[in-house]
């Protein structure tokens, strides 16, 4: 299928690991900031993506992530949806040969891919309403707020931003997090690559994987069950962004809904009790810190539901897409 409206015409669309309804094209950055190599992001399109009046959507992944949910693209593709989504650089289908998995030392460094496909996706469809994912999440606020301040005719594209379980806090008890707080601006400043221990993503990775607990199938190099090593550099600007976050410096400037679990099962082995509950992050965070993000959020808690809320039983997951559905026709 091919695109004749606008910046589609520049791009070279290839077929998509995820078979026939896929295509993808790589958006080229020049230089990696962090000196591995070329800076690549990949936008993958499920087809037909013709203008229906409706918005696009744009699906932003989290870490130890990129976008294989070909359920949710097919739900919002009936609703009337163009589907999209972006593999960030250094993630999923956009790394290259010889770079860390998902490396980064400044958040802001995949500004630019989340505006070029805003601006591709716009000179075809009327708005773009991203649905970011855990640390997708925080990076797709960071990226509107900038966007509202530098490029005010781009952020009026901006229909508004759904949040599935984004990471606004440190799962961890509030002395721990105010202890290495200090030792993480240091270290992280002057020994960026410094492997960061930990990330508890095992049990999240048992729990929907099809070949341990779950029903889902993913590349398991992209996508490891206990997730890819994690750097202090990195660690540094999440934590960074978070508190501005907290201290109410970021205003998206656009309608956010948020989706969450009822409830955590946090730094617990698998078990049944890990397919209903965000075994990742603490809801109650996010809770709290979702209403800074705008003066219009609406937060919704799903019962039952996983930390990425469109993997959930199948309940839950019916839920979610119901709501976000709601939220979608009413804005």
């Not at 105010?178 to 020994?191: C, D, S």
């Not at 492997?195 to 992209?222: A, C, M, R």
Request: one cysteine or more; charged letters at 20%; hydrophobic letters at 35%.
């Amino acid at each position: 299928m091919t695109q004749n409206d606008g910046l589609f015409d520049t791009l070279s669309w290839q077929p998509d690991e995820l078979g026939s309804q896929y295509e993808r094209a790589d958006l080229d950055f020049g230089p990696d900031p962090e000196g591995e190599g070329k800076a690549i992001a990949t936008l993958v399109r499920r087809l037909p993506d013709a203008p229906t009046g409706k918005p696009a959507l744009l699906w932003v992944h989290g870490m130890t992530d990129y976008f294989f949910q070909t359920h949710v693209a097919d739900y919002f593709v009936e609703q009337g949806y163009p589907f999209y989504a972006l593999d960030l650089r250094k993630c999923g289908r956009a790394r290259q040969e010889g770079q860390r998995w998902h490396f980064t030392n400044d958040l802001s460094h995949y500004f630019p891919e989340l505006t070029r496909a805003t601006e591709i996706l716009t000179s075809t469809h009327p708005a773009v309403i991203p649905i970011c994912h855990s640390t997708g999440g925080l990076i797709v606020p960071l990226w509107a707020d900038h966007l509202r301040r530098t490029n005010p005719g781009l952020h009026d594209k901006l229909g508004g931003i759904i949040l599935n379980s984004p990471w606004l806090d440190m799962q961890y008890p509030q002395w721990f997090v105010r202890v290495i707080t200090p030792i993480v601006k240091v270290v992280g400043k002057r020994r960026p690559n410094i492997k960061v221990p930990g990330g508890n993503l095992g049990t999240y990775g048992q729990s929907i994987h099809k070949s341990k607990h779950g029903e889902w199938d993913f590349d398991l190099v992209k996508k490891p069950v206990g997730g890819h090593p994690k750097y202090m550099g990195w660690l540094r600007t999440v934590m960074g962004n978070q508190r501005r976050i907290h201290r109410g410096e970021i205003n998206t400037g656009v309608p956010v809904l948020t989706l969450c679990s009822s409830h955590s099962y946090l730094s617990k082995p698998y078990s049944p009790a890990s397919n209903t509950a965000d075994t990742v992050l603490d809801v109650a965070q996010i809770q709290r810190w979702s209403p800074r993000l705008s003066d219009d959020v609406r937060v919704r808690t799903i019962e039952g539901a996983r930390h990425d809320v469109f993997l959930s039983l199948t309940d839950a997951r019916r839920k979610a897409f119901s709501v976000t559905s709601e939220w979608l026709e009413h804005h």
